[in-house]
């Protein structure tokens, strides 16, 4: 117990601590617009995409800057979701199928960049690996203060657009109507989402972080069909599996961050599956038990 008290007592812990809880709670409440919206596997895109523009960053300025690798990342995010776009508008291609090309092909180019700075740069000095899978350990206070503050924001415009982002996502045709701004509102939920692959990153990895887009939410309709509640549930979930994946990895040295989130939020999602009070299959199945029985 002890243990545990100087454990979170640390200061840097408590950085960690926060910017987990903040980080997964903008995940889930942002992810739920996107489930809605069925275009859940274009955050698996952007997060694969944002390694070639982390890579790209390190092999101009030859330093470790956080704020280099989250501009870079950001900006080969933007760039994926144009070819997206593209693809899907200039071809008869599906947008399934598009999110799968660009997808392999942007977390290709980032495969290569790395093994070219690992062999040629010292990438593994340089914290790079830590990008793919993500390493609370590895953070300093800066890069968990950048993902605080940019999951608040996150956080804060998902409130302030929550009911014109609900309008657009059910019915975008009603939304024209009252003069709202779909175009615009879409770009800036592409914009939030972008945002939340780029500041989560380093702690989740490129390779999970859409795994906090797309799980809490999906968890979060086992328990409600009302979106403003769904959403923080979801937001609660995302932030609960950042904490506790968050502590363990931290306490583990070595542990990756990345998966262990997503075992906590695999792991939320199986309950809520059995036991979800509005769609759970045990729920389900006692209360088609009763109905019977009366």
Known sequence: MNSL????????????????????????????FVLLKKQSLIGD?????????????????GVKSTPLFLTGAALTGLLATYFIQAIVKHSRIKTDASIGV?????????????TYITKNMGGNQSGLDDFIFGQAASMVRGDIQT?????????????LFFKEFKIAVF??????????PVGLINSILMALVIGVVVV?????????????????????RYWTDRL???????????????VVGTTVSTIGEGLPTGPLIVLVTSALFL??????????????????????HT
Do not use: E
């Open 102 to 114: 660009v997808l392999s092909v942007f977390f290709g180019i980032g495969i290569v960049l790395l």
């Open 171 to 180: 019915d975008p045709n009603y939304a024209k109507g009252l003069g709202i």
């Open 228 to 242: 403003g509640l769904m959403s923080f549930i979801s937001g609660i979930i995302g932030a609960l599996s950042g």
């Open 45 to 61: 895109a952007m997060a694969h995409a944002t390694l070639p523009g982390v890579c790209i960053a390190y092999i101009i300025s």
């Open 5 to 32: 008290i100087d454990f979170l007592s640390n200061p840097n812990t408590q950085w960690v601590l926060t910017g987990s809880i903040l980080l997964g709670f903008a995940s889930g409440l942002i992810g739920s």
């Open 271 to 292: 309950l809520s599956l059995l036991f979800g009070k509005s769609k759970g299959l045990i729920t389900r199945f006692f209360i088609s038990k009763g109905v019977r």
């Open 147 to 159: 993902i605080a503050v940019g999951s608040f924001l996150i956080i804060l415009f998902t409130s």
């Open 200 to 220: 989560g990153i380093q702690m989740v990895g490129v390779v999970l972080i859409a795994a906090l887009l797309i799980t809490p939410p999906l968890a979060a």
